[in-house]
């Protein structure tokens, strides 16, 4: 009886670090966010307009169903698109990392995980194609309209009765998830599905995933940071750079990553960098992901620079740009007028084991 006590309290608090951890890192997040109706968006390369009478439509953030389907132009495109996307936050619940007591990257990890979203679009283009869409991207249960953080709170305090009744159980597919694998479709499609979920899985918050968090920080430690640190972008470019490298699955062989060194790249050591660790009949399988680090300004960020910025998320092959203010970095993405689109790292979720078959992907 005793024992099972304790395990209730530690229950009871680990959803109020949960809590607390939403509320510290993501209680900034807008609910809402704006687009001119007037001005084209531009998503890691492709363009969309969202043209109707009135000046701006409100898109409420990640709950992209709440968007009036009155509205003209290819709004679900964008939507499907953006969606898409791999978002990749602090998580918390994760097996212990080597050499730490640490089981969450909370305040610490936020540029790992957007230099993640960047490998992961990196990887998507390469295995998928930008034209590619998940098919399940609208089909999300959404019907809160609250910001995320509010909805935690809630859950949390709705949780509690149940936490001391029943263990925790793991997230189950709906009927419509189960069956995706299922779907009457062609090759292509089952092919995509296939490399949909590898590459989720690479980034899987485990020390065997490729290019999880206790890998990128096993690489780290060279760099003299260990986990707990914050690390800034140029010393994650060079160890996704590593952690591709050292990749053993057969599939990432064709690729590798150039970091350019002093904000030049040399074409020549591109191709070398293309051809050095692969088969040359196998041309089609090779990719190099070019990264650049460049601090944009001193203090803050030098507005000359906007326009090249644009211009470079404007690029069909762009994986978009990780950075920001210190010890905060975001996933820029795209781009309206003069105002940056983002996926922000900065909200904790719980630990997803990716290991498992058919783990969800929402």
């Known amino acids: 009886m005793e024992a099972t006590g304790t395990d209730e ?7 109020f670090m949960s809590a607390w951890h939403n509320m510290k890192y993501s209680w900034v997040l807008k609910t809402k966010t704006y687009f001119s109706r007037s001005s084209p968006v531009f998503l890691l390369g492709k363009c969309y307009h969202f043209k109707s009478d009135g000046m701006y439509i409100t898109l409420t953030s990640f709950h992209f169903d709440q968007i009036n389907t009155e509205i003209s132009g290819n709004v679900e495109e964008f939507r499907k698109d953006f969606i898409s996307r ?3 936050t602090y998580r918390e619940e994760f097996p212990q990392i080597k050499g730490s007591a640490l089981t969450t990257d909370c305040g610490w990890g936020c540029t790992l995980r957007t230099g993640q979203m960047l490998l992961a679009q990196g990887l998507m283009l390469h295995f998928l194609g930008r034209a590619w869409i998940w098919p399940d ?6 019907s809160d309209s609250e910001s995320w953080t509010t909805h935690t709170v809630k859950k949390l305090t709705a949780s509690f009765e149940a936490s001391l009744t029943a263990e925790r159980e793991p997230k ?11 779907r009457n479709c062609g090759d292509r499609e089952m092919r995509n599905e296939v490399y949909h979920r590898k590459i989720i899985s690479w980034f899987g918050d ?6 999880g968090l206790h890998k990128l920080i096993e690489y780290g430690k060279k760099s003299g940071k260990t986990a ?3 690390y800034g972008p140029a010393v994650v470019a060079h160890i996704l750079r590593k952690a591709v490298e050292e990749a053993r699955d057969p599939e990432l062989q064709g690729v590798t990553v150039y970091v350019a060194q002093d904000c030049t790249v040399y074409s ?8 050095s660790f692969m088969d040359s009949e196998k041309a089609d399988t090779k990719a190099v992901i070019i990264l650049v680090p460049v601090r944009l300004g001193g203090e803050r960020t030098n507005m000359d620079y906007l326009e090249f ?9 762009c994986v978009g740009i990780i950075g920001g203010k210190p010890k905060q970095s975001y996933y820029f993405a795209g781009f309206q007028d003069d105002s940056l689109i983002y996926m922000d790292p900065h909200y904790c979720q719980s630990f997803v084991d990716v290991s498992i078959k058919d783990f969800p992907l929402e």
């Open 206 to 211: 485990s020390p065997l995933a490729a290019f």
């Open 86 to 88: 791999i978002w990749l």
């Open 309 to 317: 910025v644009k211009g470079i998320l404007s690029l069909e092959y």
């Open 9 to 15: 309290v530690e229950k009871i608090k680990s959803k």
């Open 137 to 142: 991207a609208l089909d999300f249960e959404n």
């Open 172 to 182: 189950i597919l709906s009927n419509h998830h189960k069956g995706t694998l299922k």
């Open 228 to 230: 707990g640190d914050w």
């Open 268 to 275: 020549s050591d591109v191709v070398d960098r293309q051809c």
